[in-house]
């Protein structure tokens, strides 16, 4: 029994969510008691630093909307971007930021992200529109944190790609350490539809436990056609039900049902799909069927290979989100192309970039900078990829995405071009509310190490067995490569360092060795 | 000699293909249209002078406004005042840079085309423990996309390794260059790859989970001291073998050694005549992996080396480089600051000690070794130190800093002619040289890019 609550309390330890030990000072008030905290600041600011005034002065303005603004002040006010011009007047109490030399983007949003989910999919049946991601967010995940040292302030958090219909969509700010509901912001609900390999399960993912990897209808591009016919087909004869009571206002009504709620919401145009797909016969498919049906499709997801289907695609009138520039880390991949996003721009899709990995989130200003180069995007247009096209791909264009008047005033503030290499985030603004400042970061490293020498020397993390010294639970035990996704954090330990990448979400399993250190005992 | 036969034969036409490509080369050179020609295996040979460039020698001061000149592979002459000789393909350099190629210590390159899905081609780890026998280039597929796709964003040259088992096998220096693995070796064994069993089983966690579940703490520990004890044992008998060797051939009258594929090759590493790369990331790991090198008398490089930067005076003690690949990796911990990986390469450089930087990749993120560097000035840094981490240093630590890696004369010619800074995410390649060769802006993806581009 001592044994067991020892183990308990080592746990706590490794896992900071779990016990509000050791970690990132913002975001855990409540969780424990925090003594030698710095006032205020969970996850943003104080309230008085959110609802007050700000200024960020003579700042070269990348405004994503409007070209680029030198030597310009944005007024902040309630939250909003109150004004932009240079001499701006504003109120004696505001705070001002002196970004002379400096670089304001809006804030970025990553059309395609898992962070903050504790759960990406919900494996055992091919159709689960019913689930959601808003049920399993965790609002600490420290991932958060990172994109928005990278300048991200929202996220589309989808569900992974191991069903055809996956589930629920949610679209957010990203307040780290605020309470779930206060991240999201009115935006029109999605649902996750995924094509291709994932969802047929030709990859042996030996599934925790399981001998054999695990099959399921569909197992072919074929039946995935058939999932989304018969789904539909559904739907259409339960919305006739519905309609029909509606209308007639006799009998009882049809039986609640919902799996396909979300998809009669997607036939009449309420609910946006978002769908995963790599090779471009699938996504034909899935446009034909859609047009068929009389939906439309709002964003085709990672759309490798978009580039050789751009007529039709823009055609339909759905946007496309990529990658920058993977490719070949499966055979699916092996045809995608790091022009993929300028050729299907020029045909008139709206593209945006998106990250699907934590890793890639927080450097998404260079995987915009790289469409510069291939294919030979203007830097607004490349700008637009990872700012104002997804907002508008989201449907939030209305609030966020762009420097302008009357928006959210959601903006990073960058110590160099935010499309240079050698370029970092100073401060990322949600809403006016400062949700990440480097230099507070840095203030708080020296604090976070005191109180981590202290943990270490409480008795329940004493090694075992009289070997001296603290346990030493951290450490990269799993390494982490650049490309490989969160997707893949449950990837079956047989597999190679670098043999994954994006979105080989196949796995059922529990996500909660997402960070390195623990997991090669779990 | 390994040439082009088309060269010898039609060097007329050859002349008219390499101006086509400098044409359709003076627009985007990264869009350059173009299929894939005889040059594209092999390059194109010859007189080359580039001229009023930037040159960014990597080796001393830049060059505001100087000329390269190429002949037979080599940098013949760099410098402001250099003279062109007649013959040459002049390549005019103005607003341009002329870098070194770039180098990535840390691949699988030509070993795996795509890792998930086709295993047929998945080359990388032999089966057993003890490969030390296993050579990279002979598994090297010179064809395979990946090549490239890598090189025209400016890296020509990498060492590829085998992975897995205790002794993974020898690391090979390669081109990103070549119709054939023998075109574009520079050095087929330039390391022996080694993965020391794990030191978690000694203590910590493991040790700990090990006590809960009932196992006797000492079983991982005896474990690994017994895999341990298997590759000293190897090293010992190769050191054995190699002084049989060395005495049967000083005198004829002794016994006659039967050769033997495994220890043979032990011998130039157990002599410390080359180095043993040590893959390792955790600080007890490196600290595990310098003392054996030092007991057994290696010559040890860690690839890896996430937490080098926690025992970076040790590392600059031993004198030991680090082959930095987990800079763009997520923290070790949710509590470690957010730019810890960024931030490593500075604090190595700071402390003096040896280190180039790596993507760590398989092959297909390899060209993205210049934002990875530029992600650690983007982190304290300095510029000049991020662009020698990816030329220079890669060159001198892998032992081939007198052929590659900087602007010098005598050196190989791997040059990169861009638009701007070579690490910088927006610059365009406009020029590539490897091993003397112009190579064309061609890969899979400017194919696929054509071929699709205009499609109504």
């Not at chain 1, 995935?224 to 919305?239: C, G, H, P, S, V």
């Amino acid at each position: 029994m001592r044994k067991l609550s020892a183990f308990i309390l080592a746990l706590a330890t490794l896992v900071p969510s779990f016990a509000g030990a050791g970690v990132r000072a913002q975001g855990r008030r409540g969780r424990q008691p925090q003594p030698t905290r710095p006032a205020a600041e969970p996850g943003g600011e104080s309230p008085a630093g959110g609802a007050g005034e700000t200024v960020i002065r003579n700042a070269t303005i990348l405004t994503a909307s409007h070209g680029t603004i030198q030597n310009a002040d944005i007024h902040i006010r309630n939250g909003k971007i109150a004004a932009v011009g240079t001499a701006l007047r504003v109120g004696a109490g505001a705070r001002v930021i002196d970004a002379t030399g400096k670089f304001v983007t809006p804030g970025i949003i990553d059309a395609h992200s898992h962070a903050a989910a504790d759960a990406i999919n919900e494996g055992t049946l091919s159709v689960t529109s019913m689930v959601r991601i808003q049920d399993v967010m965790n609002p600490t995940d420290i991932n958060v944190y990172r994109a928005l040292a990278g300048g991200v302030t929202a996220l589309n958090i989808l569900h992974g790609s191991a069903n055809t219909i996956g589930g629920q969509n949610a679209v957010v700010k990203t307040k780290y350490g605020r309470p779930i509901r206060e991240w999201f912001f009115g935006a029109p609900p999605g649902i996750k539809f995924a094509l291709g390999e994932n969802v047929t399960r030709k990859n042996p993912f030996l599934l925790p436990g399981a001998p054999v990897p695990a099959r399921r209808y569909p197992a072919t591009r074929m039946g995935q056609e058939q999932i989304l016919r018969d789904a539909f087909t559904r739907a259409r004869n339960y919305k006739r039900g519905w309609d029909e009571f509606r209308a007639n206002r006799a009998g009882a009504p049809p039986r609640r049902d919902l799996q396909l709620e979300p998809l009669v919401e997607v036939l009449e145009g309420k609910r946006l799909v978002h769908a995963h797909c790599y090779r471009s016969d699938e996504m034909l498919m899935l446009l034909n069927l859609a047009d068929e049906f009389g939906f439309k499709v709002k964003t085709l997801q990672h759309v490798l290979e978009g580039y050789k289907v751009a007529p039709e695609i823009a055609r339909h009138g759905a946007g496309g989100s990529l990658f920058a520039d993977s490719w070949a880390y499966k055979i699916e991949a092996y045809d995608a192309i790091p022009y993929a996003a300028a050729v299907m721009t020029r045909a008139g899709i709206l593209v945006s970039l998106n990250s699907d990995s934590s890793e890639r989130g927080r450097r998404m200003n260079i995987e915009a900078a790289k469409m510069m180069k291939y294919g030979g995007l203007t830097e607004q247009e490349s700008l637009r990829l990872i700012t104002l096209n997804a907002a508008i791909q989201l449907g939030v264009e209305a609030r966020t995405g762009s420097i302008d008047v009357g928006k959210d005033a959601d903006i990073a503030v960058w110590n160099g071009h935010p499309f240079s290499v050698y370029s970092r985030v100073d401060h990322t603004f949600i809403e006016g509310e400062m949700f990440f400042d480097r230099a507070r970061d840095l203030a708080m490293r020296e604090e976070l190490k005191r109180e981590r020498a202290e943990l270490e020397k409480a008795e329940p993390n004493q090694a075992p067995g009289g070997a001296g010294g603290a346990l030493t639970p951290g450490g990269p035990a799993r390494r982490r490569p650049g490309h490989q996704d969160d997707d893949d954090a449950d990837a079956p330990r047989v597999r190679k360092r670098n043999a994954g990448s994006h979105e080989d979400d196949d796995h059922p399993a529990d996500r909660s060795n997402d960070e390195g250190g623990h997991d090669n005992e779990k | 000699m390994r040439s082009n036969p088309r060269a010898r034969v039609a060097p007329a036409a050859l002349a008219a293909l390499l101006a086509l490509l400098l044409a359709s080369a003076a627009g985007f050179a990264q869009n350059a249209s173009g299929n894939m020609g005889p040059a594209f295996m092999s390059g194109t040979p010859g007189t080359f002078a580039i001229r009023g460039a930037r040159i960014v020698t990597a080796a001393g001061a830049d060059i505001e406004n100087g000329t390269v000149v190429i002949t037979n592979g080599k940098i013949a002459a760099v410098g402001a005042a250099v003279s062109v000789p007649g013959g040459a393909t002049v390549i005019e350099g103005r607003g341009l840079a002329v870098s070194p190629g770039m180098i990535d210590l840390g691949t699988n390159m030509g070993l795996v085309e795509i890792p998930q899905g086709a295993a047929g081609y998945v080359d990388v780890s032999e089966l057993g423990e003890l490969n030390p026998n296993i050579v990279a280039l002979l598994g090297v597929n010179p064809h395979a996309s990946v090549i490239g796709v890598t090189r025209v964003n400016g890296v020509t040259a990498a060492l590829t390794a085998p992975t897995g088992g205790l002794i993974s096998g020898q690391a090979s220096l390669i081109h990103l260059l070549g119709a054939t693995p023998r075109e574009m070796s520079i050095q087929q064994s330039a390391a022996l790859v080694m993965n020391l069993p794990r030191t978690g089983g000694g203590g910590g966690f493991a040790a700990f989970l090990a006590q809960q579940l009932g196992q006797p703490a000492g079983d991982a520990a005896q474990a690994r001291d017994r895999q341990t004890e298997q590759i000293r044992k190897l090293l010992r008998d190769a050191g054995a073998y190699a002084r049989a060797l060395d005495a049967a051939n000083a005198d004829a009258k002794l016994p006659r050694v039967d050769r033997d594929v495994i220890l043979e090759p032990l011998i130039p590493y157990i002599r410390g005549e080359r180095p043993v790369i040590f893959r390792a990331d955790r600080e007890g790991e490196m600290r595990a992996a310098i003392r054996f090198a030092e007991e057994m008398k290696l010559k040890p490089i860690i690839m890896g080396g996430n937490e080098a930067w926690k025992m970076a005076a040790f590392l600059k003690e031993k004198n030991v480089p680090v082959i930095l690949s987990g800079v763009l990796n997520l923290p070790s911990r949710e509590d470690a600051p957010y730019d810890e990986n960024y931030e490593s390469a500075s604090k190595l450089a700071a402390a003096g000690v040896r280190f180039c930087i790596s993507t760590g990749d398989s092959g297909a993120e390899v060209r993205n070794l210049p934002y990875t560097a530029g992600m650690a000035a983007a982190h304290g840094l300095s510029k000049s130190e991020a662009l020698r981490a990816v030329t220079l240093y890669p060159a001198q630590i892998i032992g081939a800093g007198a052929q590659l890696g900087s602007i010098e004369a005598g050196k190989i010619a791997n040059l990169v002619v861009t638009d701007g800074d070579l690490l910088e995410a927006r610059t365009n390649v406009r020029h590539l040289f490897i091993n003397g060769r112009q190579v064309p802006l061609v890969s899979r993806h400017t194919e696929l890019y054509d071929a699709f581009k205009n499609r109504k």
